[in-house]
């Protein structure tokens, strides 16, 4: 398997435009977790689903966020309108079944200009 | 990643000697916990994990200790390399939520 894939790598916007974040998971695990990552506030969690449905999404900062599992294998974040403030890294990861790891993609770096 | 260490603590080592990296974890419910290293500009990595029923795991050159009563984790790092120069993040997992979540992370710096 080649992990958890993020696309695109970088994205740069401009404020007031949509964004969307694209993850695909390991094949075959039934819980997925989007992360922010900043300076200012670390690793933090917007959201996770388990075998497509969202659990948790305390985490995620506004309505202007949302996150979407429509299969196992695919799932997108959507900022809209975007604002300079969103501009972080994001991550996506997958876990088999609970308390096992997480495997992490190598992140979506956002700029919002 | 955004790691950049202006608000994270900073371990500064020797080439050679030991590593401990401490983490306070925020919920006693919590059963399940992890370390992860993330080198610049890549997701985080998982290097061992601890289940709450146990005080202490080993891997290769690496020990996690877990301590309920203090709600307190350490990494310790044996033989440091410049290899392992990296953030370090502990991870708690809440019960049957199945919710990971992140603590702030420090910055190992290993010297020659």
């Known amino acids: 398997d080649a992990g958890v894939i993020q696309s695109p790598r970088h994205e740069v916007t401009e404020m007031g435009q949509e964004v969307t974040l694209r993850c695909k998971p390991i094949?075959?695990?039934?819980?997925l977790f989007w992360y922010r990552q900043t300076m200012m506030r670390g690793l933090e969690l917007l959201i996770y689903?388990?075998?497509?449905?969202?659990?948790?999404d305390s985490g995620m900062p506004e309505d202007r966020f949302s996150a979407k599992m429509p299969n196992a294998s695919f799932s997108t974040l959507k900022i809209q309108p975007s604002e300079p403030r969103d501009s972080a890294v994001y991550f996506c990861?997958?876990?088999?079944?609970?308390?096992?790891?997480?495997?992490f993609g190598q992140g979506t770096r956002l700029t919002v200009v | 990643g955004e790691n950049v260490g202006l608000h994270l603590p900073t371990l500064s080592v020797q080439e050679g000697d030991n590593s401990i990296i401490n983490c306070a974890y925020s919920?006693?419910?919590?059963?399940?916990f992890i370390w992860y290293k993330q080198e610049s500009g890549k997701g985080p990595q998982f290097i061992i994990d601890?289940?709450?029923?146990?005080d202490k795991r080993q891997g290769q050159r690496v020990t996690v200790l877990l301590n309920k009563t203090v709600k307190h984790l350490s990494l310790q790092i044996a033989a440091t390399q410049p290899g392992d120069s990296a953030v370090y993040f502990c991870a708690e997992n809440y019960g049957t939520a199945s919710k990971l979540t992140f603590g702030t992370g420090t910055r190992l710096q290993v010297t020659l």
């Open positions: 689903f388990n075998n497509n449905v969202p659990i948790d």
């Open positions: 601890i289940r709450s029923n146990m």
């Open positions: 990861a997958s876990r088999e079944y609970m308390n096992t790891e997480a495997f």
């Open positions: 094949s075959g695990h039934d819980y």
């Open positions: 919920n006693s419910a919590s059963d399940y």
